[in-house]
């Protein structure tokens, strides 16, 4: 019967969290990326403008 004892390393075990959380960014930020893109593809599908009921301000500067 063979028993296995596995010592890791403190500097291993950040190097994976670190790599865990930059998946789960990178994830997250593909995620968010196409989402955007998904919604504005079915807004323009259906004819809805995202900026229907916003102000918009003028450019112009005023020197007193």
């Avoid at 990326?33 to 918009?56: F, H, M, P, Q």
């Amino acid at each position: 019967m063979n028993n296995y004892v596995a010592y890791v390393d403190p500097s291993v075990m950040t190097y994976i969290i670190q790599a865990v959380a930059g998946i789960v960014i990178a994830v997250g930020a593909g995620i968010g990326i196409y989402a955007k893109k998904a919604k504005k593809k079915v807004s323009d599908k259906l004819g809805i403008d995202e900026n229907r009921n916003k102000e918009v301000e003028s450019d112009d500067i005023e020197i007193k």
